[in-house]
């Protein structure tokens, strides 16, 4: 307790260098805290927002769709597929689809589309295009409804009410067309997302395309999105080989990449703190050591072991970088915590945003265990730190270190 | 008590030897109050340093208490030193962010004495050295004889056998040096601790029942009274 007490009071000693350190703890503590919680909210809001969008957790097709999105490759029996669906405890919610390349035009202009058949009332329980309608309704049970974004909408030059026609290409290889009415504008995060797809009820679609009651993908949303690729894998094998279950791993790999790679460079960037940290740290004990070199031999004058020596000035080191971490998780985390409540508005980025599909709006993540290593590795780095200037400290004869001049 | 044979000592000074002690053949008794006395540079402190474990002779022998003190690692040197001798320098080297009770406590807390038994203790020998009332005073609000009252507490508050002083009244006025000579004479009768110092201090060799006089390293004279 007493070197405790030694090592505490040492550590006030110069109290404007200890600041300086201690400051430098903090803003190194606190600004990886933010920068963690603010790429977790990023990388989470580009996940969430396209799971949510479309892709879901998890989806079947017919073996061989997801490389060849024909309609000759829409899955047959549907309902065998669905019963083993129902059965998986881990699943909350599915959705059956048609999806198909199209053509949507309107009186001025045409675009290019992916064409969504879906079951309104299901697919708000999988996806969240309901949520981002900003004009009109989601789907009121009228006939030939379509909801499309407002960048189609402006490609298109139409607005609530305008009629667009819908062509995609058939079971028996002719032309499909339906008349649809525009019932609802939605805009998502995701501009790419927006410029591509649209939406219209599952029946219209599968009358259009002659596929009688045939589908082309059930989309699932898992209750823990951490159990994704055990449910897959069970599916896969209630379901066999006819079937091909994906999950947004599968789906998504360029997503999955970018949050590969942006994880990655957070890794980077808490590695420079850290060695920034480091020597700030090797150089404030080397000092703090060098100025009480007579001190310590005094100290083994009086009998004072080597160990004692070095327990005392890793004791200093641990108090600076405990208190540090402390203050600084606090500030790091309590910044999360609020700025992940009302959000940060990037609006100048907010193009590059979209584009990745994150939206303008970013809302930093906590998560303890990031943080709670975060601190330990900061204090581990504060008791590395020292053991260095330590190690002079305890190579000196006593004689020698009385003597220093 | 102390035996020393033939002792040598050499330093390197940028690159240079310093013969700093010659073939130096000593004897003390337990009980001796001794000065080591001598010009400047002329191994008085080297002495005392190498017969207190605090540096390692170049050659020849120091037999402390039956122990051969070279053939001692680091940390048996170590508990020799805490154990049976105390030391008193010149600038009373006091640890700063310590109280005057807690410097003297030190020493006890790296004998393993219980905190209850050195607040105890180290407050004992304060008041024996009529400085009881600074035992939560800072060095920095004592006066150089109280600091050095301090170091005197500190480096006999275990008893040890052996006290080594270097130079402990140099930096006190003739009153405060002459108070703290006749304390620590008093200590060496009543508890026949073995007291030996380095000085050119005429108080200081008046006080001593035995004189070393060193020379250019060597031992000039021995048992020399004024």
């Not at chain 1, 641990?318 to 208190?323: M, Q, R, W």
Request: overall charge neutral; proline content about 2%.
């Amino acid at each position: 307790m007493m070197i405790l007490q030694i090592a505490w009071r040492n550590l006030w000693r110069n109290k404007r260098r200890s600041f300086i350190i201690l400051t430098s703890i903090i803003v190194g503590v606190a600004a990886t805290d933010w920068m963690d919680g603010l790429a977790r909210g990023y990388t989470t809001q580009m996940l969430e927002n396209q799971l949510g969008a479309h892709t879901a957790h998890l989806q079947i097709h017919a073996k061989g769709f997801n490389d060849n999105k024909t309609v000759q490759n829409f899955m047959r029996n549907s309902d065998s597929v669905m019963m083993a669906v129902k059965s998986k405890g881990q699943i909350k919610n599915y959705s059956r689809r048609i999806v198909t390349f199209g053509l949507l035009s309107s009186a001025s202009n045409s675009s290019g589309i992916s064409l969504v058949g879906i079951e309104p009332n299901q697919e708000q329980c999988v996806t969240t295009i309901h949520r981002n309608i900003v004009e009109g309704k989601y789907f009121t049970n009228t006939a030939n409804e379509i909801v499309i974004s407002r960048q189609m909408a402006k490609t298109l030059d139409v607005g609530l009410g305008d009629r667009l026609v819908a062509m995609a290409s058939t079971q028996d290889g002719t032309v499909g067309s339906e008349l649809f009415r525009i019932t609802g504008i939605y805009q998502s995060p995701s501009l790419s997302f927006d410029k591509m797809y649209v939406y219209v009820p599952l029946q219209i679609m599968q009358q259009m395309l002659h596929v009688d009651d045939r589908i082309a993908e059930i989309a699932i949303i898992g209750k823990d999105i951490d159990s994704v690729e055990v449910m897959k894998k069970e599916l896969s094998a209630k379901l066999g080989s006819t079937y091909e279950v994906l999950s947004y791993n599968d789906l998504l790999p360029s997503l999955v990449s970018q949050i590969e790679l942006m994880n990655s460079l957070m890794y980077l960037f808490f590695v420079l703190i850290g060695t920034a940290l480091i020597f700030g740290v090797i150089n404030t004990f080397l000092m703090a050591v060098y100025e009480r070199i007579r001190e310590f031999g005094v100290l083994k004058s009086i009998g004072m072991k080597d160990v004692y020596l070095l327990i005392m000035i890793e004791l200093e080191a641990l108090l600076l970088g405990l208190i540090g971490s402390i203050i600084g998780t606090i500030l790091g985390a309590g910044v999360v915590l609020i700025v992940g409540k009302v959000g940060l508005n990037l609006a100048i980025f907010s193009k590059g945003l979209t584009a990745f599909g994150s939206g303008a709006i970013l809302y930093p993540r906590f998560d303890w265990f990031s943080i709670g290593i975060g601190a330990v590795i900061i204090i581990m780095i504060c008791l590395l730190a020292a053991i260095y200037p330590a190690r002079r400290a305890m190579k000196l004869q006593p004689m020698q270190a009385i003597m220093y001049v | 008590m102390i035996s020393v044979e033939k002792l040598e000592k050499v330093y390197e000074d940028n690159g240079v030897p310093v013969h700093a002690l010659h073939s130096i053949d000593l004897s003390i008794e337990r009980g001796e109050f001794l000065a080591i006395a001598g010009p400047s540079g002329s191994g008085k402190t080297t002495l005392l340093n190498l017969i207190g474990a605090l540096d390692i002779p170049t050659s020849g022998n120091i037999i402390f208490e039956q122990e051969m003190l070279q053939d001692l690692n680091k940390n048996a040197l170590s508990s020799i030193r805490l154990n049976r001798i105390g030391f008193i320098f010149q600038a009373y080297n006091l640890i700063p962010v310590l109280t005057a009770r807690e410097n003297v406590e030190f020493k006890l807390m790296l004998l393993g004495v219980s905190e209850n038994a050195r607040k105890e203790r180290s407050l004992q020998v304060l008041n024996e050295l009529g400085i009881g009332d600074l035992a939560d005073k800072r060095p920095n609000k004592m006066s150089g004889g109280q600091q050095q009252r301090v170091a005197i507490a500190r480096a006999i508050v275990n008893n040890p056998p052996l006290v080594l002083a270097d130079e402990p009244t140099a930096n006190l006025d003739s009153v405060t040096a002459h108070a703290l000579l006749d304390l620590m004479l008093k200590m060496n009768l009543e508890k026949n601790i073995t007291f030996i110092f380095s000085s050119h201090d005429r108080q200081v060799l008046e006080h001593a029942r035995r004189i070393v006089i060193l020379k250019d390293g060597r031992l000039a004279e021995d048992n020399k009274k004024i």
